[in-house]
T-cell receptor
Framework: DAKTTQPPSMDCAEGRAANLPCNHS???????VYWYRQIHSQGPQYIIH???NNETNEMASLIITEDRKSSTLILPHATLRDTAVYYC???????????FGSGTKLNVKP | GAVVSQHPSWVICKSGTSVKIECRSL??????MFWYRQFPKQSLMLMAT?????????EQGVEKDKFLINHASLTLSTLTVTSAHPEDSSFYIC?????????????FGDGTRLSIL
């Protein structure tokens, strides 16, 4: 499975959009990009996933570049409750196993 | 929808005992379940994959005789940590997915914090 690279931490002002980048330059043709977040001492929460088209749901938007080598998760109006570690995962083979990277710690500040 | 429940959420036990953790999918049938462990300030590490009615597949370096996994039904998987020692203390998290080969996301439980004294 492809590896992902994310910045270790980011800050965002409350009410502003949070844009979290992820690099997955070795992604294969049928591998999907998944985004999860983990709030302290809880299990990861599913946010969104996509293959090559941009996706949007009630939580976030996912923008995948045309070459699929990187993606950006957008939280349109960040709140203090969005403070968490965000994980970008690429998977598609072998029972769709997830191998978590280090993630990005998003700090939303008032 | 897609709720996964883990029990217990927290357990403390003496060294040498065995501990069983349950993972249930409450509103869907989980063809595939996964078990992870997470140490403080680290990311999740996949331990094993289990499909209902089949033996679990363990990741490299995970002792299958130490971490027994049973996936006897489409809604329940159990992880038993046998003869637990302090180094087994960790946060154990399960996830489940309805289809084995689809791109549908995994849904995670809220984890079990295991402390071995």
């Amino acid at each position: 499975d492809a590896k992902t690279t994310q910045p270790p931490s980011m800050d965002c002002a409350e009410g502003r959009a949070a844009n979290l980048p992820c690099n997955h330059s070795t992604i294969s043709g049928n591998e999907y990009v998944y985004w999860y977040r983990q709030i302290h001492s809880q299990g990861p929460q599913y946010i969104i996933h996509g293959l090559k088209n941009n996706e949007t749901n009630e939580m976030a938007s996912l923008i995948i570049t045309e070459d699929r080598k990187s993606s950006t998760l957008i939280l349109p109006h960040a709140t203090l409750r969005d403070t968490a570690v965000y994980y970008c995962i690429v998977s598609g083979y072998n029972f769709n196993k997830f191998y978590f990277g280090s993630g990005t710690k998003l700090n939303v500040k008032p | 929808g897609a709720v996964v429940s883990q029990h217990p959420s927290w357990v403390i036990c003496k060294s040498g005992t065995s501990v069983k953790i349950e993972c249930r999918s409450l509103d869907f049938q989980a063809t595939t379940m996964f078990w992870y462990r997470q140490f403080p300030k680290q990311s999740l590490m996949l331990m094993a994959t289990s499909n209902e009615g089949s033996k679990a597949t363990y990741e490299q370096g995970v002792e299958k005789d130490k971490f027994l996994i049973n996936h006897a039904s489409l809604t329940l998987s159990t992880l038993t940590v046998t003869s637990a020692h302090p180094e087994d203390s960790s946060f154990y998290i399960c996830s489940a997915r309805g289809d084995t080969y689809s791109n549908q996301p995994q849904h995670f439980g809220d984890g079990t914090r295991l402390s071995i004294l």
